[in-house]
């Protein structure tokens, strides 16, 4: 079962223009890392954050997490068109090695 | 970053046949998983590959349909057996690094007619 829901399923914005597409989850966490899809290739590794960390950054691209909530965001700043992709979270829990998908933001930026 | 290959790419096939999808990664790895991504789904994670033992098969995924060969720490194959149109999907592998990062090759896209 997915253990990541994501939020908001789809958006749409201006190049330009900030994105931030969230993450939740539902059990404790050894770490979470955000991956991008193009157009139903394989998934690149954008960034992983640990259970012990609260943000990250690399990049454009910022991260943070608040376990006490069990959540995390993801924000591309000054998006480019080239950035219209899938971004999925994943979980890997504490107590076990799987790693486990959020359903995924489709995000478009227009040019 | 790593370097993880897969063949084929993509294919075609018939039901009720059976394709064998492989997988290189570029360091020797303890871990080693395979997913399946439906179309417009998330990935879900078939199984994990182990190098000297069985894979170990997730919940709604059975070795007769999916069995899964780990001959050395570098690569795995993954058969997708007695295929139905149900099936077409992309499938993935990946691995699991000690700083634990997990990456994906680029995928097998697979369509069964």
């Known amino acids: 079962s997915q253990q990541g829901e994501e939020d908001p399923q789809a958006l749409s914005i201006q190049e330009g223009e900030n994105a931030t597409m969230n993450c939740s989850y539902k059990?404790?966490?050894?770490?979470l890392q955000w991956y991008r899809q193009n157009s139903g290739r394989g998934l690149v590794h954008l960034i992983l954050i640990r259970s012990n960390e609260r943000e990250k950054h690399s990049g454009r691209l910022r991260v943070t997490l608040d376990t006490s909530k069990k959540s995390s965001s993801l924000l591309i700043t000054a998006s480019r068109a080239a950035d219209t992709a899938s971004y999925f979270c994943?979980?890997?829990?504490?107590?076990?090695?799987?790693?486990?998908f959020g359903e995924g933001t489709q995000l478009t930026v227009n040019p | 970053s790593a370097v993880i290959s897969q063949k084929p790419s993509r294919d075609i096939c018939q039901r009720g046949t059976s394709l064998t999808i492989q997988c290189q990664v570029d360091s020797q790895v303890t871990m080693m998983f395979w997913y399946r991504q439906q179309p417009g789904q998330s990935l879900t994670l078939i199984a994990t590959a182990n190098q000297g033992s069985e894979a170990t098969y997730e919940s709604g995924f059975v070795i007769d349909k999916f069995p899964i060969s780990r001959p050395n720490l570098t690569f795995s194959t993954l058969t997708v057996s007695n295929m139905s149109p149900e099936d077409s999907s992309i499938y993935l592998c990946s691995d699991y690094k000690l700083s634990g990062e997990q990456f994906f090759g680029p995928g097998t896209r697979l369509t069964v007619l």
């Open positions: 059990t404790s966490i050894n770490n």
């Open positions: 994943a979980t890997r829990e504490t107590s076990g090695s799987r790693l486990t």
